[in-house]
Every structure is written in C-alpha cells, then in structure tokens.
C-alpha cells in the first residue's frame, strides 16, 4: 500500500478503505455544478465513500481552440468554493499554470497535475509550495517507472502529501491502453496510487476536433484496477453524460455510481 495521504479528512493510501474521486470533466455551469455535487455528497452518505469532488475551471488541453474550456478561474473557483461551504466535500482541481496555483490553493485541497503538465518542474513546485496535497496525473507518453522523477520533485520542494494518477497509455494513434502493471510500479514510489477509469478509456482526438472513448468499458476497468491493488478511483461523471461539454464520451452516469462503487468495495474488501 502506498504512503497515507490525508485530505480535508478523507484518508488515501495505506490500509484506508477504497476512495473515490468524482465529478465533471469541467464546470458547465454554477447550477449544473452544484446538482452534481449535491447527488455526489448524497451518494457518498448513504455508501459511506470517502469522497473527493473534482472539478476544473479551465480546461487548457482541449484538442480544438472552438471547444468549451470552462467558467474561467475566478468563476470557476468560486463556485467550488460553493460546492465545499454547501456539501462539505475535500474539492481537486487542475491547475496549468504557476500563476494559477496560489489563487487554487486557496479554495482546493488537491491540485492536480494535469498528465500533459506532469514533467513541468516549476509547476510542480509551485503546487508543491503551496501545502495543499498534490495529485500528478502520469503523461500517456511515460513509462510509469519515470514518474519517480515528477514525485521527487514535489518532494525536493517540501511537498509531503503526493498522489500519482494512472491514465492510460498511448497505443498507436487515437488510442490508450491500461496496463495493470503500472500501478504495481507505481506503488513502489511509496505513494497513494489512483486509477483513472475514464481517462483510460478516451480516445484522444479520436473524433476529429474533440476526443472520443468508451465509457462502456470504464466500468470493467476500474474492477480490475481495484482488484490489483490501487488506493483509489478517479471516474469522471455527468447527470446526462451524452450532453456533457468536455469528455462526454468517457464519462459514467452519476445514476450508475451507487451500484458501482458497491461492486468496488467489495473487491478492495477482499483484496485487503
């Protein structure tokens, strides 16, 4: 098990129970962002998840400069900083830019990494100043063994609370896969290892000026990522994913959750 990780009370890593980071691709709206967090932090009571809400207010990696990037960063954080004062929820956002990141730490609990962003050391040592807990999405392009590097770098910064994130891997054009083994490797760093059931699915650029995926499968995924061991699970998720404005292929129906996180459990139960 990877090194604990606490955040705002949620525990990662460890001998904790399986956690769940979930929420939109991107903030669409004030309302739209709130209904979800609300029917998250509702889910999370009656399962009793331990729950991080994702949100980003900018997406800055959108394949076409036509596609929706979000409310912005002032907007954008003032409306997690709603979703935390109203559900009580430990908030994850993406941050892009050393110049975001103070204006970030100051509502987010995890900054994370974006996976393009993750061998950027200035960025990550700004997040790492910051004392916030800083989640680094590994980098299709990377083998799981370098992100020793991208995790000593936060490290050498004083950042003490590191998670790393797997994504998938680039698999010839259009296409990622989602090798097991990586999070057996990545939990040699000694840090809380999350996987991306979403993510691992996209296919990037796969439909031209935005990308695809198979959200169908997302499911299966995250089954055998728990099953070998990970500490936690990231899973984008929409109330009408078909209408979702970024990532809409890959994410799951926050109505298919509950069941899903009960089959979840109960294989980290028994690989405990």
């Known amino acids: 098990m990877g090194r604990a990780v606490d955040i705002a009370g949620v525990g990662i890593g460890g001998r904790r129970p399986l956690a769940l980071i979930a929420g939109p691709c991107v903030i669409e709206s004030r309302e739209s962002c709130l209904d979800l967090a609300r029917r998250l932090a509702g889910l999370a009571r009656r399962e009793r998840i331990p729950l991080v809400f994702k949100a980003s207010y900018d997406k800055a990696n959108r394949s ?30 993406d941050v892009h830019a050393v110049s ?42 990377l083998a799981p063994g370098d992100m020793v590097h991208a ?7 004083g950042g003490r609370r590191v998670l790393v994130t797997e994504r998938g891997a680039s698999f010839g054009y259009n296409n ?58 990231f899973i984008e998720t929409h109330v009408t994913p078909e209408k979702a404005l970024s990532d809409s292929a890959n994410a799951v129906a926050v109505g298919q959750l509950g069941r899903l996180w009960r089959v979840l459990r109960g294989i980290d139960e028994l690989v405990s």
């Not at 003032?78 to 929820?89: P, Q, R, S």
């Not at 040592?125 to 800083?134: D, E, M």
């Not at 995790?151 to 910064?157: S, Y």
């Not at 990545?186 to 996209?202: E, G, R, Y």
């Open 64 to 93: 076409s400069h036509r596609s929706y990037r979000g409310p912005g960063l002032e907007a954008g954080l003032a409306i997690l900083a709603e979703v935390k004062a109203l559900y009580g929820l430990p908030i994850l956002t």
């Open 151 to 157: 995790v000593a770098k936060v490290r050498a910064a």
């Open 100 to 141: 975001e990141v103070a204006r970030a730490a100051a509502v987010a609990d995890v900054l994370q990494i974006p996976a393009f962003l993750c061998r950027q050391t200035d960025l990550l040592t700004a997040a790492a100043g910051t004392a916030r807990a800083v989640n680094i999405k590994k980098g299709q392009f």
């Open 176 to 233: 990622l896969v989602a090798d097991m083994r990586s999070l057996l490797i990545l939990k040699k760093l000694a840090v809380p290892v999350i996987f991306d059931a979403t993510h691992s699915v996209q296919r990037p650029g796969g439909a031209g000026e935005t990308s695809a995926g198979d959200a169908c499968w997302a499911p299966a995924l995250a089954r055998a990522a728990v099953a070998t061991g990970c500490d936690g699970v």
